[in-house]
């Protein structure tokens, strides 16, 4: 339950109304889709209607004689401009806008300028574009059949769709512990394609001011100092005459991290009219086009002693990228995060070989909260677990806490290299089996079983792996995953706070306040948030992968304690005393023993503007900077259980509770972290039972609009029951951890696991998600669908 | 943001006015009321009308739920969320409450009618099964004059029905038999979306035999929303548990669904047999007053 005094100032953490909210309530945000400026042109994009197709002309003559069109791109303009591909952030090329053949469907083909957007829409089906329809490759388990259509034959000698290898772990130790266990137990799993489908969907205002040659982006951009960063090197333009500038955000889970074509596409409309051009996608574009996550075909194996110590698990994973590998996440990661799929557990040994694919779908690979796949290595860790348990014949929560990780244990060095910072799993574990009441709810499925119900327990333990990251390990396309702040007290003592990352609904414009109140004493309520602009921020590359809190949120942390540090010894001038006599009260120092003899934060803010002499090497005024290069990445965790009824007549699964313990370190505000944790778990519910982007053998998206891709309602979530535990990261300046991704990374395995083990009457052992009404019941009758194909 | 084709836009301020503006703009125009399936499809561009016009200054006249001697009188403008709330409907037609309960969202309900859910005539619409099994009449005014048509030739295929271009569906009525009930069952993915299967029935029971049933299936592919083999099973019959399964089986195997993203066939199939023993179940237990409504 949230409560929240009024009109009282609110210093540090705790619980606050979002200060962004007095906009929002009221209808008065300012999206990209609310910029209006004079003479402003509108973009539109042909997509392509195959998935693999060559083209053999476009004549855009009737387009461009439609009265009100101003321009018509087509691939061979942006030839002529060197713009026609672009490099993706995994060492591969995208198409802006397709020049020999398309790949996937709803491919950008072509790009109309006009005066109003109803024209623009118009004037695309005046394009007359001349396609020679091509097998696609829909299947990601056909990819690298030897008579597989070849999609990247733009790759010089491309003769097939295979991407990339990549290991983790040892394998000869691993494959000798899994030759000496007990048991072994694998398992077949699909993490089904899934999509971000923010509420506000992508788009873009580009002004090349032609006077001053200065191109300003407005843009859907959770990243908009890389974003700035990456068009200087892409298109050669000089990088003090780039602004971009990231307004409000209506969601983003990692969709708006990438660059779309239809950004690029607006630049050029706007070159090439001399005239502001704005793109905003549509939701079936959005659908079709955007970066989607998952498509993680896996296949996991878990050892284990007779008596269910776990002893290894290890993965081989079909990764399905699309049309081009334009996953977004460290460079020298191309499967992302997932090696951290050793989960919460001891280990002696671990191994994953990941193989990527092309495929004529969408690329992407990586968004929608999940810190870099560890929302794929969670779930298949914590289904294995499930599996292990039910042919050991053990209860899954016995079994999880034999094998969590101590407390003693930490820091932690996994099989595949991570080192966890902090951890107290089995209190987790416990605190969340006592919310649930977990020995009477298995009471009640004993009884309900003899009756012929179905009702389901499902455990879910996740370690997340956030903040990247440190800059030595990681970078993007070169760029090190450091991040800058400034705080700037200003003479009457009110401060402003200037951030790299931006908030997409996150808070921060009260949460990063409220760290640097909690720091410096002063109000959060004073202290203004600025982000999501190149020109009045510091560098930093963005809020994705849950990286605000525990990167920029200890940049804040550290500048705000530079700024005390600063007015320690401009108040021990004004008290004319030494700075070490005297004491830091959150917000005013005093004289050791003396405490009448004191100065507010402030007072040492007006001093430092005044005409007082400062100390020797004292500058004026009160401010400070910090890049922060993150020493190790931060490890929230997490304990959930699931509770479902399932109609045995019908498959239909209803949620009855979901218990959610999260520890994320000490809570900022723990109003924005229960709402975070609230609409990752919706999330959850989303994958497991009904959202999935699948594709019939023509290639087309089957998931192309909010019709056929469902996100669930509040009638499909039941009333969260959450719960804490406080374990600070023992590296970050302020202990936080970070939260954004938690509940959407740890939810999906606890429903699913809750689902099949409704379902044990009918000995399931797994089916894949979305767990639809039809699939449960295919399940029951041992015939579960593959869910990343149409269905037959 | 997704933008329709150029289209022009009309309103009708009675249905004299509604039909003389088909007249005058033919086939490429069309009504609109509720707007939740036309508009959708407008702004996908899967339909383009050059003419749309407006019907709902009819909705004082068109929107209403009465009783007429032996029958309920549903006015074609009548919102879902009206009919929803209907003491009359709940107490006559316990399926049409059922099944409004489970169209759509509220949103969609407080705008969408009777008359626009019946000639969008989507093959998934749970409006068709319900009237089908309450073995409905619908009332058509045209340039030619009034005429009814009785539900089981209402619809001539999928999007289609027998209302031609020129005319306009102002009245749905459904008959009250003495000592009959009907129930609603639906599955769907998720609050909102289209039905993978629904079946509603109708019973007229008397004692314990069943006098009469008529079943209702939507989204499977029945000829007239119709499951008529299950329903001759059932005549004459003394209800019970099996005589349900056995129709409800029946129904399953009769229909004509296909497999799409909803579902595959054989679960349609399945759904369908559960759903109409489960609808036949307590249609019964209601007509024989058993139950509660």
């Not at chain 1, 889709?33 to 509108?42: A, F, S, T, Y």
């Not at chain 2, 490429?28 to 383009?48: F, N, V, Y």
């Not at chain 2, 079943?215 to 209800?239: H, N, Q, T, W, Y």
């Not at chain 2, 595959?264 to 019964?284: C, F, G, M, N, Q």
Request: proline share 6%.
């Amino acid at each position: 339950m949230t409560t929240v005094e009024e009109g009282k100032a609110h210093v540090g953490f705790g619980r606050m109304l979002r200060k962004e909210d007095a906009r929002f309530l009221r209808g008065k945000g300012n999206y990209v889709d609310d910029i209006r400026l004079p003479g402003m042109l509108h973009g539109a994009i042909l997509r392509s209607p195959h998935a693999h197709a060559r083209i053999r002309s476009i004549d855009t003559s009737a387009a461009e004689a439609h009265p009100k069109v101003k321009a018509v791109v087509t691939g061979a303009t942006l030839e002529t401009l060197n713009l026609a591909w672009i490099p993706s952030l995994s060492h591969d090329v995208v198409a802006v806008l397709a020049t020999d053949k398309v790949r996937f469907q709803g491919q950008e083909v072509a790009f109309v300028v006009a005066e109003d957007r109803y024209s623009a829409r118009d004037a695309l089906e005046l394009i007359d574009v001349d396609y020679e329809v091509l097998p696609p490759v829909v299947d990601a388990k056909r990819a690298l059949d030897p008579d597989a259509p070849v999609i990247r034959d733009d790759i010089e000698g491309k003769k097939d769709n295979y991407i990339f290898d990549w290991e983790a772990g040892d394998k000869a130790v691993c494959d000798d512990v899994f030759a000496k266990a007990d048991v072994v137990v694998s398992q077949e799993m699909l993490y089904p394609r899934v999509h971000p489908a923010p509420m506000e969907t992508c788009g873009a205002v580009a002004w090349m001011d032609p006077i001053d040659q200065k191109l300003t982006i407005w843009s859907t951009t959770q990243a908009p100092h890389a974003h700035r960063t990456l068009y200087a090197l892409v298109a050669g333009l000089p990088e003090h005459k780039l602004r971009v500038i990231s307004p409000d955000i209506g969601g983003g889970f990692g969709n708006k991290v990438g660059i779309y074509p239809g950004y690029v596409l607006a630049i050029v409309g706007s070159i090439l009219t001399k005239a502001p051009v704005k793109w905003m996608e549509d939701r079936s574009e959005n659908l079709m086009s955007t970066s989607f996550a998952r498509d993680y075909h896996m296949r996991g194996e878990i050892a284990a002693t007779r008596e269910g110590k776990i002893l290894g698990v290890r993965v081989d994973v079909l990764a399905d990228h699309g049309a081009f590998n334009n996953t977004a996440q460290p460079t020298k990661y191309p499967a992302g995060f997932f090696h951290v799929f050793t989960g919460s557990y001891d280990l002696a040994a671990a191994h994953c070989h990941v193989r990527g694919v092309y495929t004529n779908k969408a690329p992407g690979g990586v968004a929608y909260a999940c810190s870099f796949r560890v929302t794929e290595a969670v779930y298949l860790v914590e289904r294995m677990v499930d599996r292990l348990a039910q042919e050991l014949g053990v209860d899954p929560a016995e079994l999880r806490m034999k094998n969590l990780l101590r407390p003693d244990q930490f820091p932690h060095v996994t099989p595949t290299g991570w080192e966890y910072d902090s951890g107290e799993y089995p209190r987790a574990l416990q605190l969340a089996m006592d919310i649930a009441g977990y020995d009477e709810l298995r009471r009640e499925q004993a009884e309900k079983r003899a009756r012929g119900e179905l009702m389901g327990i499902g455990i879910s333990f996740f370690t997340e792996t956030v903040g990247a990251g440190p800059k030595r390990h990681m970078d993007i396309l070169g760029l090190g995953m450091a991040d800058g702040c400034e705080v700037r007290v200003h003479p009457t003592g009110k401060a402003v706070v200037r951030l790299s990352v931006q908030t997409q609904g996150q808070g921060h414009e009260t949460t990063f306040a409220q760290i640097v109140s909690e720091v410096t004493g002063i109000p959060a309520e004073d202290v203004e948030v600025v982000h999501g602009d190149t020109d009045n921020t510091p560098f930093g590359l963005g809020t994705y992968g849950s990286r605000s809190t525990p990167v920029s949120g200890a940049a804040a942390a550290v500048a705000s304690r530079r700024i005390v540090d600063k007015a320690r010894i401009i108040a021990a001038a004004m008290l004319e005393c030494a700075p070490e006599d005297l004491e830091w009260d959150r917000g005013s120092f005093h004289v050791k023993g003396d405490p009448g003899t004191s100065k507010t934060i402030q007072e040492v803010a007006l001093a430092a503007h005044g005409p007082m002499d400062l100390p020797d090497g004292v500058e004026g005024h009160l401010d400070a900077t910090c890049v922060y290069d993150p020493p190790n990445l931060t490890y929230p965790f997490g304990a959930y259980i699931c509770v479902v009824d399932v109609d045995p007549g019908t498959g239909k699964v209803a949620v009855r509770r979901f218990i959610a313990v999260d520890d994320c370190g000490p809570r900022i505000n723990p109003m924005i972290v229960e709402g975070q944790v609230h609409g990752g778990l919706a999330d959850g519910v989303g994958m497991a039972l009904m959202e999935a982007i699948a594709f019939d053998e023509d290639g087309n998206n089957l998931g192309a609009s909010f019709m056929d891709y469902l996100i669930p309602t509040s009638l499909e979530c039941p009333s969260w029951e959450t719960g804490e535990t406080v374990t600070p990261s023992p590296h970050h300046p302020l202990g936080l951890k970070g939260v954004g991704e938690s509940a959407t990374v740890g939810s999906p395995p606890a429903v699913v696991n809750a689902v099949i083990d409704a379902l044990a009457p009918f000995g399931v052992k797994h089916a894949d998600m979305p767990l639809t009404p039809a699939q449960v019941w295919r399940a029951m009758h041992g015939n579960p669908m593959r869910t990343d194909l149409a269905i037959q | 943001m997704q933008v329709p084709a150029p289209v022009e836009y009309e309103r009708a301020l009675s249905v004299e006015e509604a039909i003389a503006l088909l007249v005058k703009h033919g086939s490429e125009s069309r009504l609109i009321a509720g707007g939740h399936s036309l508009l959708p499809m407008m702004k996908l561009r899967l339909a383009r009308p050059e003419v749309v016009i407006d019907i709902n200054p009819l909705a004082g006249a068109l929107s209403y739920v009465r009783r007429e001697g032996d029958e309920l009188a549903i006015g074609a403008m009548t919102r879902h969320a009206d009919l929803l709330a209907s003491a009359l409907v709940s107490e006559h037609a316990p399926i049409i409450a059922e099944a409004e309960r489970v169209i759509a969202d509220p949103v969609v309900r407080n705008r969408g009618t009777v008359g626009g859910s019946l000639c969008q005539a989507d093959p998934a619409e749970d409006l068709s099964a319900v009237f089908a099994a309450l073995g409905a009449t619908v009332r058509i005014r045209g340039p030619r004059g009034e005429r009814s048509v009785d539900i089981d030739s209402f619809h001539t295929g999928p999007y289609t029905t027998v209302v031609e271009p020129d005319e306009i569906l102002t009245e749905v009525r459904v008959r009250i038999h003495p000592g009959a009930s009907s129930a609603y069952e639906k599955v769907e993915r998720r609050v909102g979306d289209w039905a993978i299967a629904a079946a509603g029935a109708m019973l007229q029971v008397s004692g314990a035999a069943i006098t009469s049933a008529r079943i209702g299936l939507a989204a499977v592919g029945a000829e007239a929303f119709r499951a008529p083999r299950a329903e001759a099973l059932l005549s004459g019959k003394e209800g019970s548990p099996e005589l349900f399964a056995a129709a409800g089986a029946e129904a399953g195997r009769e229909c004509n669904p296909h497999s799409d993203q909803r579902g595959p066939e054989d679960y349609k199939r399945h759904l369908v047999s559960v759903l109409t023993e489960r609808a036949l179940s307590r249609a019964y237990a209601r007509a024989s007053g058993g139950a509660a409504r």
